[in-house]
């Protein structure tokens, strides 16, 4: 499967196989690396994916990775608690694939996306006439 636009180098002798995850970016050619962990810092999945592949596309792609064995018999653990990811994640595709499967998601919005919903105000919250006593 190729991705990414083809090599500018010079001797065409050269190229390079598709699965060595080589793309085109502002940068030139270059590779990323979608990386899970724990809360400790340890790697439980990743992936490499050619450089101009965005991030939020890969997010279910390295979750679905995860294999943690548990300590006595029983299947490995697949699914974490809660999903800490910075700003390149926030897309509703990912939270609807993460609300399905009962994962809490910490992940701030793009400025752009508050913007958007700032023009398409909804039903303002209304607490009724008299306040609740508790």
């Not at 994962?103 to 996306?113: K, L, V, Y």
Request: one cysteine or more; proline letters at 10%; aromatic letters at 4%.
């Amino acid at each position: 499967m190729a991705q990414g636009a083809g090599s500018n180098h010079k001797n065409p002798s050269w190229w390079e196989p598709p699965d060595h995850a080589i793309g085109r970016s502002r940068g030139g050619l270059t590779c990323k690396v979608h990386l899970v962990s724990d809360g400790k810092g340890r790697p439980l999945s990743w992936a490499v994916t050619a450089g101009n592949i965005n991030d939020t596309t890969m997010l279910s792609t390295v979750l679905d990775g995860i294999r943690v064995p548990r300590l006595g018999p029983g299947r490995p653990r697949t699914r974490p608690d809660r999903v800490l990811a910075d700003k390149g994640y926030p897309s509703k595709a990912n939270r609807a694939w993460l609300r399905a499967r009962g994962i809490a998601a910490t992940i701030p919005e793009r400025e752009d996306q508050i913007a958007h919903r700032a023009k398409k105000p909804g039903r303002p919250i209304d607490f009724g006439a008299e306040p609740q006593q508790r």
